[in-house]
């Protein structure tokens, strides 16, 4: 064979292969999409869930699933953040690292029903935060935590070397070329990776099942007192997310049209995930362009 | 390549008033125990250009480097660096003060992802200049210095990095400058120009000799020999003939810097 041919070949089955990954991908997408796309309505998203009867929505589960996202990226942000930073401008190569990099390896692969029942044993019942947001949040953290080092010190690494030595000669301290140089040249990056995760926690329901919960009681969006149980802020209260709720629905659901609320919730949980995605790839490119381009 | 005896040299001491000198310097990377560069003294002298010529991995960049402690993270470094009467090696100076004093520009441009206008103004107001007049103003005077002021006058918000090459490089000349060394440090600042950038580059750093004390690194002889006062060669970690720039192209003193600047080395 010349080595014109092998190529023609090799070109041919990679992209039978990747061919294989688009379809399988594009039917997921568009049966769920497609099946659950009907049963959408305004009224669907706006009404709370029902147990027993027909008609029930998921505007609390929709909002739980939000505000969840919301707490756990205030709790696992700085954290990502500032082990990112050691990790790739303050720590060498050495042997305290190297666990460090391990650890969070290990933490990324953990199976993420035994992160809920550790949360549920050690929040929920030890610490008595009882089934909560919070403790919910904090069980998403474990996952969300390696993502996001793992992310944002990516981003920090590919700011090229040149950038730190010329804020180093400039006699800028070590920090302060950091704050001011290294992480504005990442920040695009790192909004990237925030939104990349925040897709992933937001589809999540092994790990909540068992910390935040999976009931719903009825919200109070009027009530801004976020230490009132009944308000819709309440980080305390339990709260079943739109994913649980799927879940829960084909589980053990009882209303007559459990099949068609399971797909519209569906299509709801992949349509957001999707706008998360998207949304990451526009800020991306905008802030990217912003930085490099003409204006 | 031919071996020459590195403990052969002729260093001259500049009768002019000196800016910088290094007395016996030797740097180790890392935690080795071999030196990348090897008692190296030289004298610089004051608003003139020195440069730096030597093989690929001679050590030019390893004592230029030196020079600002930019080497402190990565590299052990013994002997003095005499400025203004005071050892600036030693471990009690402020190395954020040296390199305001010191200042560099690396041979790939390196501008930050900010504004041209940031680009200077960044470092300054670190180092607590808030006035917005005095801001402008020292960015207009850097620019001017650098030779950039008439090419980016009506575009000091626009980013940087959609400058090009030449541009980006007279750029972080101006953002150097913009501090107000006394010596400006360069290491191969001209590597990535075509030549047109590159005559535009030394014009300006002739002109700036009126007010800064100049050590460049370069790989073009030719550019050794237009711009500066003194040249070092350097061989292997040693410095190997340090005189008059005419001198050391016409009349070295050593075999090996007469095969080198003749281009029968190696
Ligand atoms: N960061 C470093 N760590 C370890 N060794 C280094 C480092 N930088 C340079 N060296 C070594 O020091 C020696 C001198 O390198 P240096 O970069 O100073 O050469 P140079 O004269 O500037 O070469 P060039 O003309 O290619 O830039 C080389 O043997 C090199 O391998
Ligand atoms: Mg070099």
Redesign the interface.
């Known amino acids: 064979m010349t080595p014109n041919q092998t190529d023609r070949i090799a070109t041919q089955v990679i992209n039978f292969l990747v061919l294989i990954v688009v379809l399988i991908l594009f039917f997921l997408l568009g049966d769920i999409i497609l099946s659950g796309f009907p049963h959408i309505s305004w009224h669907f998203l706006t009404s709370p869930s029902s147990s027993f009867s027909a008609g029930g929505g998921i505007r609390d589960q929709l909002f739980n699933s939000l505000y969840l996202l919301v707490l756990t990226l205030i709790i696992s942000f700085p954290l990502a953040l500032g082990s990112a930073i050691y990790l790739s401008e303050y720590a060498g190569n050495n042997w305290r690292t190297g666990l460090i990099r391990t650890a969070i390896e290990v933490l990324s692969s953990l199976p993420s029903v035994v992160v809920g029942l550790f949360g549920y044993l050690l929040f929920v019942i030890e610490f008595h935060m009882g089934f909560s947001i919070l403790s919910g949040a904090i069980a998403l953290t474990f996952f969300n935590l390696p993502l996001l080092v793992r992310s944002i010190e990516g981003s920090l690494h590919a700011v ?1 070397d ?2 730190r ?9 070590n920090w ?1 070329t950091i704050r ?2 290294i992480l ?2 990442a920040l695009p990056g790192i909004l990237t990776g925030i939104i990349l995760s925040a897709g992933r926690v937001f589809g999540e329901a092994a790990a909540l099942i068992y910390t935040a919960g999976q009931s719903a009681p009825i919200l109070n969006y009027s009530n801004w007192n976020p230490t009132d149980s009944s308000s819709f802020l309440n980080p305390m209260r339990p709260a079943e997310t739109l994913a649980v709720h799927i879940w829960k629905v084909n589980t053990e659901g009882v209303t007559p049209d459990a099949v068609s609320i399971s797909a519209g919730a569906s299509a709801v949980l992949i349509i957001v995930i999707l706008l998360f995605n998207f949304g990451a790839r526009a800020i991306g490119n905008h802030m990217y362009k ?6 | 390549m031919e071996t020459y005896d590195l403990s052969q040299n002729h260093i001259v001491t500049p009768p002019e008033e000196i800016a910088l000198s290094t007395n016996q310097l030797q740097v180790y990377y890392g935690s080795g125990s071999r030196a990348s560069m090897t008692d190296a003294s030289l004298s610089f002298p004051r608003f003139q250009i020195t440069a730096l010529i030597g093989a690929s991995g001679s050590g030019k960049s390893t004592y230029l480097r030196s020079l600002n402690r930019m080497n402190d993270r990565i590299a052990r470094i013994e002997g003095e660096i005499m400025y203004r009467g005071t050892n600036i090696n030693s471990p009690k100076v402020n190395v954020y003060e040296v390199r305001k004093h010191i200042g560099m520009v690396f041979q790939k441009p390196n501008p930050f992802a900010k504004s041209i206008s940031e680009n200077i103004t960044f470092a300054l107001k670190a180092a607590g200049i808030t006035n917005r007049q005095e801001l402008n103003e020292r960015v207009e005077t850097s620019l001017k210095e650098a030779a950039l002021w008439n090419e980016v006058k009506d575009d000091l918000n626009k980013s940087a990095l959609a400058l090009s090459g030449g541009q980006q490089q007279r750029l972080c000349i101006a953002r150097a400058l913009a501090m107000k060394p006394d010596i400006l440090l360069l290491d191969e600042p001209a590597s990535a120009l075509d030549p047109i950038s590159t005559t535009k580059l030394e014009v300006t750093l002739k002109e700036l000799t009126k007010n800064y004390t100049i050590i460049i690194v370069t790989h073009n002889m030719q550019q050794a020999s237009r711009i500066s006062a003194y040249t070092a060669f350097f061989h292997l970690g040693h410095v190997i003939e340090y005189d008059q720039t005419e001198k050391i192209f016409q009349t070295p003193e050593i075999q090996a810097t007469h095969d080198y600047v003749t281009g029968n080395f190696g």
Do not use: C, N, V, Y
Request: no cysteine; proline share 9%; aromatic share 0%.
């Open positions: 090229p040149s950038q030595e010329a804020g180093i000669s400039l006699g800028l301290s302060r001011g140089i504005p040249a912003k930085m490099t381009g003409g204006k």
